[in-house]
C-alpha cells in the first residue's frame, strides 16, 4: 500500500542522536520534512516517483512487523550511569488504504533497527541531495 504519512524520530544523550524524517499530505501536495540535530531542518516537496519509491521502501523493510512494538528497558546501561533517558525512537506510518504502523522504543529496538532506520535515513539524504543540498556543510 501506498504512504499517506510517515514519522519516524529519533533521541538520544548527543546532539547527532535527535533527528525526525517526517511526510505530511498538505492541500498542495505532500512534503518531507527533515529535522537533523533537534534544530534545522529543511521541507522539500515530493514527488509521485519519490512516494512510490519511499512506499516500496517501507515494504521492502518490512516495517508492518514493527506494529504494535512497545518496548522501554529501564535500566540500560547509557554511559556511565543508568539512565532513563537513553537512546529512543518512534515510527508512525500511515497507508492510503487505512493500514498503520505504530512503534516506539527507549533503550530497545526490534529487529533489525539499524539497517532498517539506516534506509530510510538514506532515502531522505538521497533526497535532500537531489535539491541540492550538501550534507557535508550542514548543521555542523
Known amino acids: ?3 499517506k504519512t510517515f ?8 546532539i547527532e542522536a535527535f533527528n525526525r524524517y517526517q511526510i505530511k499530505e498538505t492541500a498542495r501536495g505532500r512534503f518531507a520534512w527533515i529535522e ?5 531542518h529543511c521541507v522539500l516537496p515530493l514527488t509521485d516517483e519519490d512516494m512510490a519509491s519511499f512506499s516500496a521502501l517501507v515494504q521492502e523493510l518490512e516495517l508492518t512487523a514493527w506494529d504494535g512494538y512497545s518496548e522501554v528497558d529501564r535500566y540500560a546501561l ?4 543508568f539512565s532513563l533517558d537513553g537512546a529512543s525512537f ?12 505504530d512503534a516506539s522504543g527507549s533503550n530497545c529496538f526490534p529487529r533489525g533497527y539499524s539497517e532498517k532506520t539506516s534506509a530510510i535515513r538514506d ?3 538521497k533526497l535532500m541531495e ?11
Open 123 to 125: 532515502f531522505f539524504e
Open 36 to 40: 537533523l540535530h533537534n534544530d534545522d
Open 7 to 14: 514519522r519516524y524520530a529519533t533521541s538520544g544523550m548527543c
Open 130 to 140: 537531489e535539491y541540492g543540498f550538501d550534507l557535508n556543510d550542514l548543521w555542523l
Open 78 to 81: 547509557d554511559g556511565e550511569c
Open 90 to 101: 518512534s515510527l508512525s506510518v500511515v497507508f492510503e488504504d487505512g493500514g498503520v504502523i
Open 1 to 3: 500500500p501506498t504512504v
